[in-house]
């Protein structure tokens, strides 16, 4: 079965330089979150998009930005990257009038340095 | 909003020993509960979920969790572990369509 695809899995960048992360949800899902793991840290939730519309929003640094595109994609752009920036970063998705139940991509390894 | 507490962050137990971690959630609303598996250098897993019904959930590879509700409690069991266990365990309480994670649990199974 198709499964979230996240690009690039693996991205290392120096301080204040910018990424951009991208997720594929899983086909016919049209919710999209996004979470950060940093090391040794359970995720914290940053942002998601249900119909590419932000649907709800949470620590997600003023310095980041994203958006859900008509193809339902996802990408999260990161700008004046900071040390603390370096982490796994997780896009999961849920389909269209379900989504109590999250499917998570594999997640970009982010390293700053 | 919601938070999860998850206790006993580092587990070590030998192979077919029986392992339980424990949850507890706080959320004012109607509650969803997971337990994710995530396998070193890996993503998350779901592992089991809980949205009504029978409070006593199977999940895969042989582990289940309690729903309950009087304790705001959902944990985690495995009757006889294996060494293919050793990995972090993360409990997660869904709120606002948002996923709340514990700190989790690194488990390591000694063969």
């Known amino acids: 079965a198709a499964g979230v695809i996240q690009s690039p899995r693996h991205l290392i960048k120096e301080k204040r330089e910018t990424a951009t992360l991208k997720c594929y949800p899983i086909p016919r899902h049209d919710t999209v979150y996004w979470y950060q793991q940093g090391p040794g840290q359970d995720p914290q939730f940053l942002i998601s998009?249900?119909?590419?519309?932000?649907?709800d929003k949470g620590s997600i640094p003023d310095r980041f930005s994203a958006q859900q595109f008509s193809d339902y994609h996802s990408e999260l752009n990161m700008s004046s990257l900071e040390l603390g920036d370096s982490a796994l970063y997780f896009c999961?998705?849920?389909?269209?009038?379900?989504?109590?139940?999250?499917?998570f991509g594999p997640g970009t390894r982010l390293t700053v340095t | 909003a919601q938070s999860v507490s998850q206790h006993n962050h580092h587990v070590i137990l030998s192979e077919a020993a029986s392992l339980e971690l424990g949850c507890n959630y706080s959320y004012g609303g109607t509650v969803n509960l997971f337990w994710y598996v995530q396998y070193p250098g890996q993503h998350l897993q779901l592992l089991l979920k809980y949205f009504s019904g029978d409070p006593l959930v199977k999940g895969i590879k042989g582990f289940e969790a309690e729903f309950i509700k009087s304790k705001f409690s959902f944990n985690l069991r495995k009757p006889s572990v294996q060494w293919s266990d050793t990995a972090e365990y993360f409990c997660?309480?869904?709120?606002?369509?948002?996923?709340?994670f514990g700190k989790g649990n690194q488990v390591v199974v000694i063969p």
């Open positions: 998009f249900y119909e590419k519309m932000q649907s």
């Open positions: 997660a309480v869904r709120g606002n369509n948002r996923l709340a």
């Open positions: 999961a998705s849920t389909p269209p009038g379900v989504s109590y139940e999250q499917y």
